[in-house]
């Protein structure tokens, strides 16, 4: 179970918070982007920020892909294969190095037809050698993306693609004229990611419902699952607190980033829900927001704070006048998605330190499948094979297409 701290170093005076650093980094290529449509410095760095609200949220241990350093008794191969977010057509790449704690994804454009405005999923692929090379590819280091039931996922990348038709915004700061390209970027990355594409996202599906402990813990019910995205149970449309990010205030009610069709109106780009981040713990990844301790009131008689909470983590906290033995201000309560707040009802006389604890208050997949795979070897009587997995690819629509 991971552990997140943050600090506010206090003389009843003033402040300072730390965040938790990112452990995965979600690396954007564009060398399919064979018709130049991220051709400026602002497309780039809008599709660049989405993947990177990711990568600061995930803090998963993913093993390297290389069958250059992996170490088999026979030769190894693998073939990455994604949909050419170009061309639409299946692109092939060999033996394609992947590093440690790395996703790779794709990126271009193309003329969608419909109201389609873009298309994501993580990449397939073909390998010869034994299975524990297999499991490399599938699981890279993560028991529970190859067990059977699957509890985790664990992809060596995917593609996404977008209409070049659209009249787009690529604003990072909140509506504008066009299309939220932000919006659709962090909604395919999400497919990327294995929100209606991974096998685990098949596991935790039963009828049309999506059964994930978190999910069903932020909404206060289970969630709709049909064709890859999420659904109101109760009919109409299935909102969530914010997760605050791109100018959006954090625990304000908007639609879930993963229904099948966006919305377009409001203030607030349509960002990462609650309700979304506890699908991707549910998932198996290892979401770990980052943890700030903002002081709201500073003076000797009081001390008051507040936090952007999540609804899978607990928070406590915390006091020490020594920043070596912390007493217990506020006991653990749980995240809701809002902003929360608490005081301490005796702050002490001179200096004081404040830190606020965080933990997963839901075992992740991750935690209950095991520690980490080995990097080599095959098991007895495993024989040298060829295997194929393909690509998975999802849609979004515009709900108020032009």
Request: charged share 15%; net charge negative.
């Amino acid at each position: 179970m991971k552990h997140c701290l943050a600090y506010l170093t206090l003389a009843l005076l003033a402040f300072a918070s730390t965040a938790t650093l990112s452990a995965v980094t979600i690396e954007i290529d564009y060398s399919l982007d064979t018709d130049n449509f991220f051709d400026t410095p602002e497309k780039r760095a809008a599709l660049e920020a989405a993947a990177d609200l990711y990568a600061d949220l995930l803090d998963d241990d993913l093993l390297e892909i290389d069958p250059n350093t992996f170490d088999s008794p026979v030769p190894v191969s693998w073939t990455a294969i994604v949909r050419h977010p170009t061309t639409n057509a299946e692109h092939e790449i060999d033996n394609l190095v992947v590093p440690a704690d790395t996703i790779i994804v794709f990126a271009g454009a193309r003329p969608i037809p419909g109201s389609t405005l873009g298309t994501g999923g993580p990449g397939g692929f073909s390998a010869s050698g034994l299975q524990s090379w297999f499991d490399r590819i599938r699981g890279r280091g993560n028991p529970g993306a190859i067990a059977t039931p699957r509890t985790d996922f664990a992809p060596w990348g995917g593609s996404v693609s977008f209409d070049s038709d659209a009249s787009w915004n690529f604003s990072l700061e909140g509506n504008g004229p066009g299309r939220e390209f932000v919006s659709i970027a962090l909604h395919e990355l999400g497919h990327v990611l294995g929100i209606g594409t991974a096998d685990v996202w098949q596991v935790l599906t039963s009828t049309n419902v999506f059964t994930g402990p978190a999910a069903n813990q932020s909404l206060g019910a289970s969630p709709d699952a049909f064709n890859g995205h999420l659904q109101n149970p109760a009919g109409g449309t299935l909102e969530s607190p914010l997760f605050g990010s791109f100018a959006a205030l954090h625990g304000t009610e908007r639609p879930a980033l993963m229904l099948p069709s966006l919305t377009d109106t409001g203030s607030n780009f349509d960002v990462a829900t609650d309700l979304d981040l506890s699908v991707l713990f549910d998932l198996g990844w290892e979401v770990t927001p980052r943890t700030s301790l903002e002081a709201t009131a500073l003076s000797p008689d009081a001390a008051a704070f507040t936090w952007p909470s999540t609804s899978f983590i607990d928070y406590q906290l915390e006091r020490a006048t020594d920043l070596a033995s912390f007493d217990t201000v506020v006991t653990q309560t749980a995240g809701d998605g809002f902003a929360q707040a608490a005081a301490d009802p005796a702050p002490p006389a001179g200096r004081a330190f404040y830190r606020l604890r965080s933990q997963n208050n839901l075992a992740s997949a991750t935690s209950q499948s095991g520690g980490g795979l080995g990097a080599a070897g095959g098991a007895v009587g495993d024989e040298p094979r060829t295997i194929r997995v393909d690509p998975v690819i999802v849609e979004c629509q515009d709900m108020h297409p032009e």
